[in-house]
């Protein structure tokens, strides 16, 4: 395709050329007028010739469409997945803290190997469970609930991801 | 040309304040936990920037900085690492001083590169006209024509040795702005996912692979040909006053513009769009999940929403400084080749104007017409780079946590 462009120009430009050099060596004279307009015929077949066999051609587009995939850095996703899980972890002990319960353990767990950060589920451990004065609840059931409640709003997850042990 | 001309202020205006504000990227997010403990929170936020830069992997960009001396003076002599670190601190407007003084030494060198051109190019084409208007008249008409050949040939060497540079100029740049493309864009993809924006994610990576791709190789394979082929034929039809192609030129010359205004218009349309959409929804979602707790428990939200966001902030800071830096370095990459670019179309313009009424009027016909072609190879680049800068910008703006 660029080549067939760049002979096309070329055969211009040297049609062009051979007509300049040709009108310099050529003497006065009326016979100058006639050959003035056999390169103008010339010039104009040169430009036209190629155009059509252009018609009902197909193009190899293959050298322009080039698909491109970019790969992402996944030791970094990876490295920032278990940031983020540490700290979920740290966050949801922190609220469930704030809200009268200590001693609870909260372990998330997720697939780190994915790019986007998905939380599988959540398991919350109530066996040394330690219920402060602040506390709205005494009764397991209850607390059960509340923490629940705080996990799911707080993390986004949906609650039969959120697994309790006693 | 007032197309282009329109098309460069945007790019320049679109490119500084893009620039400028990465400098204060960080003080939305300072005032936010200015309810909390504040420099205990500065102290956590700057630990998981360094925990989160330490991860990435840069070493692609920082060999392009390397091997590209501009840029390493636009970011004074910092490595990326070091400038992306300084831009996420917010120092930024110190060295606006140095670079403008580099922006001068590139004008006045290139002006002074040019001089004896040009000197040389008016000289030759003024004696031609001068031997041209003195010869004795010997009722041949020949002779003259042979006096402007020879002009016009010396004109042409002397002209296209500047040509040629120029055309190597920009297909290197463009291939320079490619090779930054291939190593930024990952990155910046990579960050937009640790935020959390996948609808964004979805949207920029066709995109950008469309960009550094497709979009690329027309403006390669096509219109720097396109360019070398209105040039070659300026060059023909000035030759003699029986065959001229001028309109074959302004046909070469419309389709150019048609190919780059179709590209930008769609391209543009297209990614600002759709990208500005899904940060949107992105951001939606962000903000639902950032909200739901202060809505549940009012007291205490602002207090539990740390340590996870946190993360999220440190993320969002480092991707924006990401693609200030970025456009740092395309700006230290395009600025020379445009401006030369530019001053070489202004001293053709200039040449010109001073052979038109004393020398030969082909000549001066010839060299406006490259004048003219010369803006074709300023709008490849500006095209190229106003679509990159505008693409960044948007993955900038899209999915942050504000």
């Given at each position: 395709?660029?080549?067939?462009?760049?002979?096309?120009?070329?055969?211009?430009?040297?049609?062009?050329?051979?007509?300049?050099?040709?009108?310099?060596?050529?003497?006065?004279?009326?016979?100058?007028?006639?050959?003035?307009?056999?390169?103008?015929?010339?010039?104009?077949?040169?430009?036209?010739?190629?155009?059509?066999?252009?018609?009902?051609?197909?193009?190899?587009?293959?050298?322009?469409?080039?698909?491109?995939?970019?790969?992402?850095?996944?030791?970094?996703?990876?490295?920032?997945?278990?940031?983020?899980?540490?700290?979920?972890?740290?966050?949801?002990?922190?609220?469930?803290?704030?809200?009268?319960?200590?001693?609870?353990?909260?372990?998330?767990?997720?697939?780190?190997?994915?790019?986007s950060f998905?939380?599988?589920?959540?398991?919350?451990?109530?066996?040394?469970?330690?219920?402060?004065?602040?506390?709205?609840?005494?009764?397991?059931?209850?607390?059960?609930?509340?923490?629940?409640?705080?996990?799911?709003?707080?993390?986004?997850?949906?609650?039969?991801?959120?697994?309790?042990?006693? | 040309?007032?197309?282009?001309?329109?098309?460069?202020?945007?790019?320049?205006?679109?490119?500084?304040?893009?620039?400028?504000?990465?400098?204060?990227?960080?003080?939305?997010?300072?005032?936010?936990?200015?309810?909390?403990?504040?420099?205990?929170?500065?102290?956590?936020?700057?630990?998981?920037?360094?925990?989160?830069?330490?991860?990435?992997?840069?070493?692609?960009?920082?060999?392009?900085?390397?091997?590209?001396?501009?840029?390493?003076?636009?970011?004074?002599?910092?490595?990326?690492?070091?400038?992306?670190?300084?831009?996420?601190?917010?120092?930024?407007?110190?060295?606006?001083?140095?670079?403008?003084?580099?922006?001068?030494?590139?004008?006045?060198?290139?002006?002074?590169?040019?001089?004896?051109?040009?000197?040389?190019?008016?000289?030759?084409?003024?004696?031609?006209?001068?031997?041209?208007?003195?010869?004795?008249?010997?009722?041949?008409?020949?002779?003259?024509?042979?006096?402007?050949?020879?002009?016009?040939?010396?004109?042409?060497?002397?002209?296209?040795?500047?040509?040629?540079?120029?055309?190597?100029?920009?297909?290197?740049?463009?291939?320079?702005?490619?090779?930054?493309?291939?190593?930024?864009?990952?990155?910046l993809l990579t960050m937009l996912t640790a935020v959390g924006g996948s609808v964004s994610v979805s949207v920029y990576q066709?995109?950008?692979?469309?960009?550094?791709?497709?979009?690329?190789?027309?403006?390669?394979?096509?219109?720097?040909?396109?360019?070398?082929?209105?040039?070659?034929?300026?060059?023909?039809?000035?030759?003699?006053?029986?065959?001229?192609?001028?309109?074959?030129?302004?046909?070469?010359?419309?389709?150019?513009?048609?190919?780059?205004?179709?590209?930008?218009?769609?391209?543009?349309?297209?990614?600002?769009?759709q990208g500005i959409t899904a940060g949107a929804i992105d951001g939606l979602s962000i903000k639902t999940a950032k909200?739901?707790?202060?809505?549940?428990?009012?007291?205490?939200?602002?207090?539990?929403?740390?340590?996870?966001y946190?993360?999220l902030a440190?993320s969002s800071l480092i991707k924006n400084?990401i693609g200030?830096?970025?456009?740092?370095?395309?700006?230290?990459?395009?600025?020379?080749?445009?401006?030369?670019?530019?001053?070489?179309?202004?001293?053709?313009?200039?040449?010109?104007?001073?052979?038109?009424?004393?020398?030969?009027?082909?000549?001066?016909?010839?060299?406006?017409?490259?004048?003219?072609?010369?803006?074709?190879?300023?709008?490849?680049?500006?095209?190229?780079?106003?679509?990159?800068?505008?693409?960044t910008g948007l993955v900038m703006c899209s999915a942050n946590l504000l």
């Amino acid at each position: 395709m660029f080549s067939s462009v760049s002979s096309w120009i070329l055969s211009i430009a040297g049609i062009v050329i051979i007509s300049v050099i040709v009108e310099l060596i050529l003497p006065e004279g009326s016979i100058n007028k006639y050959i003035r307009s056999i390169f103008s015929f010339l010039v104009v077949f040169v430009i036209v010739a190629p155009l059509p066999a252009l018609v009902g051609k197909k193009f190899d587009y293959s050298q322009i469409i080039s698909q491109e995939e970019f790969t992402l850095q996944e030791d970094y996703l990876f490295q920032l997945n278990v940031y983020k899980t540490e700290a979920l972890q740290e966050d949801l002990v922190n609220a469930i803290n704030e809200a009268g319960y200590d001693n609870v353990q909260v372990n998330v767990s997720c697939n780190n190997y994915s790019t986007s950060f998905v939380i599988e589920a959540i398991y919350v451990e109530l066996s040394n469970l330690v219920i402060m004065d602040k506390a709205e609840h005494t009764n397991i059931i209850d607390i059960e609930k509340e923490i629940l409640k705080l996990i799911v709003s707080y993390a986004n997850v949906e609650e039969r991801k959120v697994h309790f042990e006693r | 040309m007032r197309k282009i001309k329109v098309l460069f202020i945007i790019f320049i205006l679109l490119l500084t304040p893009a620039i400028l504000t990465s400098a204060f990227l960080n003080t939305p997010n300072s005032t936010t936990y200015a309810t909390t403990d504040d420099s205990s929170i500065q102290e956590e936020l700057d630990q998981s920037i360094n925990d989160q830069l330490g991860d990435l992997d840069l070493s692609e960009l920082e060999e392009i900085l390397q091997d590209s001396e501009n840029a390493s003076k636009l970011f004074g002599d910092m490595s990326f690492l070091d400038k992306l670190v300084s831009i996420i601190n917010g120092d930024f407007a110190d060295d606006s001083s140095s670079v403008l003084e580099a922006i001068f030494n590139l004008v006045f060198d290139g002006i002074l590169n040019f001089l004896p051109l040009i000197a040389t190019i008016v000289a030759v084409s003024i004696l031609g006209g001068m031997i041209q208007n003195l010869k004795p008249n010997l009722g041949k008409k020949s002779i003259g024509s042979v006096i402007h050949f020879v002009t016009y040939g010396v004109v042409i060497i002397l002209i296209f040795t500047i040509v040629m540079r120029m055309i190597t100029l920009t297909s290197n740049t463009l291939n320079s702005i490619k090779s930054q493309m291939d190593a930024v864009f990952p990155i910046l993809l990579t960050m937009l996912t640790a935020v959390g924006g996948s609808v964004s994610v979805s949207v920029y990576q066709p995109a950008m692979a469309l960009l550094s791709s497709f979009i690329v190789n027309i403006f390669t394979l096509i219109l720097l040909p396109l360019f070398l082929i209105s040039t070659v034929l300026a060059l023909v039809s000035n030759l003699s006053n029986n065959v001229k192609l001028d309109k074959l030129i302004s046909f070469i010359h419309s389709l150019f513009k048609w190919i780059v205004g179709i590209i930008f218009t769609v391209f543009i349309g297209f990614a600002s769009i759709q990208g500005i959409t899904a940060g949107a929804i992105d951001g939606l979602s962000i903000k639902t999940a950032k909200f739901a707790i202060k809505s549940y428990v009012p007291l205490i939200g602002s207090y539990i929403s740390d340590g996870f966001y946190i993360l999220l902030a440190s993320s969002s800071l480092i991707k924006n400084a990401i693609g200030a830096t970025g456009l740092l370095l395309l700006a230290g990459t395009i600025l020379s080749p445009i401006l030369e670019l530019v001053i070489f179309m202004l001293a053709l313009k200039l040449m010109a104007g001073i052979i038109e009424p004393l020398g030969d009027g082909k000549i001066a016909s010839f060299v406006s017409t490259l004048s003219k072609n010369m803006s074709l190879l300023i709008s490849i680049l500006v095209a190229v780079s106003f679509m990159y800068t505008l693409l960044t910008g948007l993955v900038m703006c899209s999915a942050n946590l504000l």
